[in-house]
């Protein structure tokens, strides 16, 4: 079976790096056909693309944030790591990773519950 | 940037037909997908590659593509298909969302 967890905190201040890693199960990260997304949606609001990993470790970003955010993988450790630097309230989101390369091969066939990052003092 | 628009909500009777539109440049030219979210829910993907269904979807969900337009298509609406859906599709190596569109059975 197929799984992705998001792990990382629930509260972080103004200015501080969010770290956060997706634990993925059922598929390894060094598949050729693989790749993973971090995707995050603000309370009420739309699904928002960030970062995608590929197998061969070529990485893109959403041009708006890319200079904020670092993707990298462990595949030792079957996880995804998303950084986003100086977090602002605006960041405020429940963040997912989703797998593509399965089947639906460019499409995100598999999720993670998500996980809900609040930016407070 | 690359947009997808589409709008914002539709209204369906049960046992109708349903149909949300996502609009972008040359859309036709592009790979589209389709997610349905429910309240608290991650993102369920329906329709890939334009018009094809993952396992486990029903028949009734269905997908076109063409020129600048991409619609998804669900025929017999139940209830349970209340929801929020999402295009999206690939530009220029990065991954563009729509703003959503929620779908009320009423």
């Known amino acids: 079976q197929v799984t992705l967890k998001e792990s990382g905190p629930v509260l972080v201040k103004p200015t501080e790096t969010l770290t956060l890693t997706c634990t993925v199960s059922?598929?390894?990260?060094?598949?050729?056909?693989?790749?993973v997304s971090w995707i995050r949606q603000p309370p009420g609001r739309a699904l928002e693309w960030l970062a995608h990993?590929?197998?061969?470790?070529?990485?893109c970003y959403r041009t708006s944030l890319e200079s904020r955010l670092t993707i990298s993988k462990d595949i030792s450790k079957s996880q995804v790591v998303l950084t986003m630097t100086n977090m602002d309230a605006v960041d405020t989101a429940t963040y997912y990773c989703a797998r593509m390369g399965g089947v639906t091969e460019d499409a995100f066939d598999i999720w993670g519950q998500g996980t809900m990052v609040t930016v407070s003092s | 940037s690359y947009d997808l628009i589409q709008p914002p909500s539709v209204s369906v009777s049960p046992g109708q037909t349903a149909s949300i539109t996502c609009s972008g440049d040359k859309l036709g030219n592009k790979f589209v997908c389709w997610y349905q979210q429910k309240p608290g829910q991650s993102p369920v993907l329906v329709i890939y590659?334009?018009?094809r269904r993952p396992s486990g979807i029903p028949e009734r969900f269905s997908g076109s593509n063409s020129g600048n337009t991409a619609t998804l298509t669900i025929s017999g609406t139940q209830a349970m298909d209340e929801a929020d859906y999402y295009c999206?599709?690939?530009?220029?190596?990065?991954?563009?969302f729509g703003g959503g569109t929620k779908l009320t059975v009423l």
């Open positions: 990993l590929f197998s061969n470790d070529e990485k």
């Open positions: 590659q334009d018009n």
């Open positions: 999206q599709a690939w530009d220029s190596s990065t991954v563009v």
């Open positions: 059922g598929f390894s990260l060094s598949n050729p056909r693989m790749g």
